[in-house]
């Protein structure tokens, strides 16, 4: 069992930038896929980034120029860390983690709110 807690969010005013940061209980880094979600209010959930443990990312292509994601197992925090905001950024995002096996195993955070407002 995986718990995983967001931290970072807050308000920022267009053209900003913010660190966003998880902190999984689980440091078996190597069994999971890890990634960031967000949930622009009245939408469903999109994919970020993932990252997997051989390190290999996958970013959504309107966001990868923005956007880093990274996996730092020396401090158990992954990051995604976001630059140039935009209203349209917005959004709940969600730490997240997949077992590369089993893949049933999936979790959750809490999310932390990020809103990109003057």
């Known amino acids: 069992h995986v718990q995983l807690v967001e931290s970072g969010g807050g308000v920022v005013q267009p053209g900003g930038a913010l660190r966003l940061s998880c902190a999984p209980s689980?440091?078996?880094?190597?069994?999971?896929?890890w990634g960031w979600f967000r949930q622009v209010l009245g939408n469903e959930r999109e994919m970020v980034a993932t990252i997997t443990p051989g390190g290999l990312t996958n970013d959504a292509a309107s966001l990868k120029d923005r956007f880093t994601l990274s996996l730092d197992t020396v401090n158990g925090t992954i990051y995604l860390d976001m630059r140039d905001l935009d209203a349209e950024d917005t959004a709940v995002y969600y730490c997240?983690?997949?077992?590369?096996?089993?893949?049933?195993?999936?979790?959750w955070g809490q999310g932390t709110q990020v809103t990109v407002s003057s």
């Open positions: 997240t983690a997949r077992h590369q096996l089993v893949t049933s195993r999936e979790y």
């Open positions: 689980q440091t078996r880094y190597g069994a999971y896929i």
